[in-house]
């Protein structure tokens, strides 16, 4: 598949002419990245943003006390780092590959003068960032307002999807980089997975999980169940 295929698979472009898609690929600078590459930190001059071609990766911060907290993962398709397009700035958090893989980067001057000839870019552009906020207020709600328990049963039945039959999901982090997520310790996620097995509410096999009582798992999400 080449470059131009390749964006045209990218929800942020959808609706674009083959020219326009064209005039994209003359920009992107093609990277590839290992496990834990930083791509760019909290602090670096937001000169352009990212696309996820192939593999994870993570945007986090760290406290004075030196404590990880996962903001959002991002897989194939999934911008990221988009904010200093509009705004010019530094970057807030930082990035970091969780798996060898393939990022897009797009250059902010240059990238801002295709928006200015197709403002359909921008719009598109405009709707990522809506549902990024979306997401990000609820992870705020539940890391300052949930206990553990709620925030892993939320993260599941955000995984599950809404409106879907299917209870089998699979866990595409580990459950290291889930308690960073969650904003909890690896052995706090392990005490609380156990629990919530005991009790009937999933089963898991590695990175399988089903679940069992969906009613309950949405009552410990909603806090109205406690483990």
């Not at 991002?74 to 798996?99: C, H, I, T, Y």
């Amino acid at each position: 598949m080449d470059i131009v295929e390749h964006i045209s698979s990218i929800p942020l472009f959808e609706g674009l002419s083959r020219g326009e898609l064209e005039e994209l690929s003359l920009i992107v600078d093609d990277l590839t990245v290992v496990k834990g590459e930083a791509i760019f930190l909290e602090g670096d001059d937001g000169n352009g943003f990212y696309v996820v071609i192939s593999g994870k990766v993570k945007i986090f911060k760290v406290s004075w006390e030196g404590k990880e907290q996962i903001l959002h993962i991002f897989g194939p398709g999934e911008p990221f780092g988009e904010v200093p397009v509009f705004g010019g700035k530094q970057f807030p958090a930082s990035s970091e590959a969780l798996e060898k893989g393939r990022v897009f980067f797009f250059p902010r001057e240059d990238f801002s003068a295709l928006i200015k000839k197709n403002p359909e870019l921008a719009l598109n552009l405009l709707a990522v960032l809506s549902k990024r906020l979306r997401r990000f207020a609820s992870l705020i709600e539940n890391l300052s307002l949930k206990e553990v328990p709620g925030r892993l049963a939320a993260y599941l039945l955000y995984l599950r999807g809404s409106g879907k039959e299917t209870a089998e999901l699979e866990l595409d982090i580990s459950k290291g980089q889930l308690a960073s997520l969650l904003g909890t310790i690896p052995e706090t996620l392990s005490r609380i997975w156990g629990k919530m097995s005991n009790g009937g509410f999933i089963e898991s096999e590695g990175s399988r999980i089903r679940i069992m009582d969906l009613q309950g798992l949405e009552g410990l999400a909603e806090g109205e169940i406690r483990l």
